[in-house]
């Protein structure tokens, strides 16, 4: 079921919900990719492996998710937060 104004013509119903649809994907995406920087912050943290603030924002301002995907995978293994980011 659309989520337009019933006062909107059937193309404008199509062009807003697929706005919509995509503003619902991204913000999956963004929450997403918060989540995996959180959890990587805390496996180094829990390593003993302190990110400077200046890493802990890199991390946190990236949102690829195939590369946080990948940092959480070598975060349990690397022996520097710089050998992470490299």
Do not use: N
Request: overall charge neutral; glycine content about 6%.
């Amino acid at each position: 079921m659309s989520k337009a104004p019933k006062w909107f013509s059937e193309s404008q119903r199509k062009s807003y919900d697929e706005g919509f649809a995509y503003g619902l994907a991204k913000a999956r995406v963004e929450a997403m990719a918060e989540s995996m920087a959180d959890a990587l912050v805390k496996i180094l943290a829990g390593r003993g492996l302190r990110a400077t603030d200046d890493q802990e924002r890199r991390i946190r301002a990236y949102t690829e998710l195939a590369t946080l995907g990948r940092w959480l995978d070598r975060s349990i293994s690397v022996a520097s937060v710089d050998e992470l980011l490299e």
